[in-house]
């Protein structure tokens, strides 16, 4: 099994709709949780970070975080051409210091 | 994006050469790491330093030898690689390793022929 599994996609969304991303993990003592973009050919950036259960709101971004049934989503409202990326989920396992987990990306495109 | 930058962009390289990647930050931290993404896999960690200092080498093969001369500087040197290494190397800078908010360099695409 997968530490961080996501749906490779393409998730191919209308503009101006929401797009929904999930992101599976395997560490139930996971306690960390962000969620990356990385255009094509360039490097990813940090765009959420969320570390209890529930919501949690930047922008048109929203972030869910479900420890229980663990699985983080990232919900992206009225999206535009230029949110069209690869997402990449990435956990910091309960016991390691300093090492992220990165699920293999959800690749978004959304036309307009 | 200045806050980390890697060189070269792009490289070619036979089996039998020896080159280096280069990654230097821009951001006063102290942490730095190297990251392996390939086609159709999830970013893999290669290495981590902490003020100079390896704190974790993630299995990594010893064709691939890591060198942190200073918290600003980090080299990934490369020899005798294998064709299935061929992929982009991100070098990721925090202000510590407990910080995991990491600042990507744009990553050197490696091709070995």
């Known amino acids: 099994q997968k530490e961080v599994e996501q749906n490779s996609g393409p998730l191919s969304v209308p503009e101006g709709a929401i797009a929904s991303l999930n992101c599976t993990y395997s560490d139930r003592g996971s306690q960390s949780f962000f969620w990356y973009r990385q255009y094509s050919g360039k490097s990813p950036e940090l765009i959420m970070s969320?570390?209890?259960?529930g919501d949690k709101e930047d922008g048109r971004f929203t972030a869910q975080l479900n420890k229980a049934s663990q699985y983080v989503s990232l919900l992206i409202r009225d999206s535009q051409p230029s949110d069209s990326a690869t997402y990449l989920c990435a956990v910091k396992p309960g016991t390691a210091g300093n090492k992220l987990t990165f699920g293999g990306g959800t690749r978004v495109l959304v036309k307009p | 994006e200045t806050g980390v930058t890697q060189t070269p962009r792009h490289l070619v390289m036979g089996m039998t050469n020896k080159k280096s990647l280069k990654c230097e930050q821009h951001?006063?931290?102290?942490?730095m790491y190297w990251y392996k993404q390939s086609a159709k896999k999830p970013l893999e960690l290669m290495f981590v330093y902490s003020l100079e200092e390896r704190v974790e080498n993630n299995s990594v093969p010893s064709r691939f030898s890591p060198e942190c001369p200073n918290s600003s500087h980090l080299f990934l040197h490369l020899h005798t690689l294998q064709p299935e290494d061929s992929a982009l190397y991100l070098c990721?800078?925090?202000?510590?390793?407990?910080?995991?908010?990491?600042?990507f360099g744009n990553g050197t695409r490696l091709t070995v022929t």
């Open positions: 951001l006063g931290h102290n942490a």
């Open positions: 969320i570390y209890s259960n």
């Open positions: 990721a800078s925090s202000r510590g390793t407990g910080d995991i908010n990491l600042h």
